[in-house]
C-alpha cells in the first residue's frame, strides 16, 4: 500500500489532474453526500480502502455503516447488497478480483441480472458490483482474468469498463444513479497505485464538479482513417502506443467501448466504414467472447465496407504465471502493431 | 518438526530478500526476479508441522494462498517448489501456477488463491479413500478469514454425513488482510463452527507445535479409523503483511511486535531444552536446513525460463482433435478479403 501520486493543486479551471482510483472515489463519495441510500459493502473497502484504491479514503469521511468491511463471503454480500438495492437502497459491493465471481455467481447471474425481468419489473436491483480485472503482473490463472465477456453474456447487468481517469468518474456516477444493476469493472494496472504503476493515459484532467456519461457511448480516442481498432481498459493505452508507433505508415483509429451493455455498435459501424478495415483488441479469451461480438456486428452492419479483420486476444488459455508465459498470451504493443499491418497487407 | 519449522522461516526469509529484488526503491510489484503476489507464513509454522507430522506421502493436504510452511511440512520438492515460485521450467507447475498454485502429486499437495475453495477437494479425496477403503486421511487448511464462506460450510457438512477421513485446519492469525478476526465473525473459536455439524472440534491457543501435534494425531487418527471429520483452529501469528508490499497501515500500534513475541520456533526450542535436547543438537539441525534452503534457491535461480509457446500446452490432457488456444499472428483469420 505505497502512496500513488495525490492530484496537484486546483487548477482555476475546476479540473485537476488525477489517477483513476482518486476518480472513482470522488464520484462515491459525491454520491454518498447526495443520497444516504447509497453505502459501499466488500472485503478490506474501510480501513484498506479497497485493495486497488477504489475506496481510498472514504471510512473517514463515512464511518464504518456506509464503508462496511464484510466477511469473505461472496455470495452473502453480494445477495445482501441485491436485497437491499431491491429494498430501495443503492448499494455499491466490491467483488476484490473479478476472477472470484464463481464463490458468489449465483447471487450476481440468477439474482442481481435477472430479478427485474422474472419480477416483470415490480422490482428493481439499483446496484453497483465493481470488480477489479487483469493481469500484467504474474499474479497467475486466479487473479489475472478480465472476464468481459462472461459478465457481457448474461442478460440483464450493464457493464462498464472505464479506460481513463475522466471516464472513469463520470461513468461511476451514471452507475450508482442507474436504476439497474451495474457491473464496473476496473483495470488494476490503471489505477495509479503506487505498486503497479500504470502506463500514460489513464491519469487525466477530471472536472471537480459531477457529471455523468451515458452508457453506451463508444469513445473515438484517437482519429485515424485507414484501420479502427476496437477495444477497451488497459488495451486502449496499448492500442494507442501502437497507433503512435504506425502514425507514419498507417493512419489508426482507435475506439473505446467504455460500456459493453449497452453497446455502441454504431460509433464502431461508422468508423469501419469509413477505414474498411477493423483489429479487435481484447485481454479476455479469444473464443465466445468479446471479440467474437464485435467482429460479428461489423460484419453484420458494414459486411461490404470490410476488407480485413482481425483478433488480437488472451488465447484460450488460464493465464500462466512465468513472466514470458503471461507476455506471451497477455496482447501486448507488438501483437496490436502487427495485425494492424496484416489488416493493410 | 523442528526442521520444518526452521525450514519454513529461513524458507521465507530468503525468498522475502529475493522478492524485494529489482523492487527498489519504488515497489512495484510486477519487477524482480519473483513477480506477482507473496503471501509469507511467518509466524504460522506450528500449525503446519503439528498436523503434517502425522501424514503420509498417501495423505491429501490442499493449502490455500499461503502454502509455503504447510507445503514444506507435507514433504512437497523444495528445489522444485523453489524454482516455480521463480517462473522457472522446472518448478513444479513448469512455471503456471506460482506461489500461491503449487501442485505436488507425488506427495498429494493442491493449492489454491480462492478463499476456503480447497476444502472441497479435500472431502473429495477424503470421499475417494473411503470409496477405495484406503486408510490414508486428507487435511484442508485455511485461513479464520475463511470460515465464513460457504465452500468451507459446505465441505464441513458433506463430510459429516458420509463421515469422511478429514481434518479441517483452521489458522487463526487474527487478520483476513486488514480485517480483524472480530469484525468479520463473532465466533472467537472457530472451532465452534463444528458444532452444527455434529462433528468434534478443538481449539489449540498459543502456536505450540507440541499442543498441534498432539490435537492433530488424535483426530487424524480418529479419521484413520473411519470415526469421520473434524475440525481443528490453531492459534498462529501472522508476523509480516499480508502479502509482501502491504504497509499495514491497519495493523494497530504494537500488533506486529506482539505477534512476533509469541513465536512458535521460540516456543519449541524451549520445549527442546526442557527435554534435554542439547544445543549442539539444535544448532545442527538448524544448520541443515538453512543450508537446504539456500541449495534451493540456487539450484532453483539456475533454471531455465520456460519458452513463450509452452504457454500453450497442459490447457487439456487430452487435446482435442482441432483444438487450437488461438487464432496466432499468420494464422488470424481474415473476412472479406475476397470481395
Ligand atoms: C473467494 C475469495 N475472496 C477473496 C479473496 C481475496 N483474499 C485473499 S487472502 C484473503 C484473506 C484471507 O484471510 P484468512 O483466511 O484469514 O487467511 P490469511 O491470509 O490470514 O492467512 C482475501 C480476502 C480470495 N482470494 N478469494
Redesign the interface.
Known sequence: ??EADEPETAETTGERETTMSRAMVSAIASEMRDSDDVFVMG??V???GG?FDSTDGLLEEFGREKIM?????E??FIGAAVGAAQAGMRPIAELMFA??F??GMDQIYNQMAKNTYMSGSTVNVPMVLMTAVGG????????SQTLYGTFAHLPGMKVVVPSTAADAKGLMHTAIRDDDPVVYMFHKRLMGI????APDGPKTSVPEDDYTIDFGEADVKREGDDVTVVTLGLHVHRALEAADDLAEEVDVEVIDLRTLVPLDTETVLESVRKTGRLVVVDEDY?SFGLSGEI?ARA?EGA??D?????????????I??????????NPGRE?II??VQ?TTE | MYGWMVTARYYEERLQEEYLEGKQPAFDISAGPIPGELHLAAGQEAAAAGVCSHLDDADTVTAPHRPHHVAIAKGVDLKRMTAEIFGRRTGLCKGKGGHMHLFDSAVNFAGSGIIAEGCPPAVGAALAAKKRAEDSVAVAYLGEGAISQGGFLESLNLASVQNLPVLFVIEDNDWAISMPKGRVTDVGNGAQRAGGFDMPGKRVDYDDACAVYEAAGEAIGRARDGNGPTLLEVQVHRRMGHFMGDAEGYRPEGDSERAKQRDSIERMESTLQKAGIDDDTVDDIRDRSHQRVEEAIEWAKDQPEPDPDEAYNDVFTNPPAGWTPNTKPGQTESAGDDD
Open positions: 500500500m505505497v472485503e478490506d474501510a480501513d484498506y485493495i468491511d464484510v466477511p469473505i463471503s455470495t452473502g476472477d472470484f464463481g464463490v500484467t503482473y504474474n499474479d497467475a490463472a486466479q487473479h503506487g505498486w503497479m504503476p479469444h467482429v460484419t459486411l461490404a470490410l476488407s480485413a479483420v482481425r483478433r488480437v486476444t488472451m488465447p484460450d488459455v488460464p500462466p504465471y512465468a513472466r514470458p508465459l503471461e507476455q506471451e498470451v501483437d502487427e495485425a496484416s
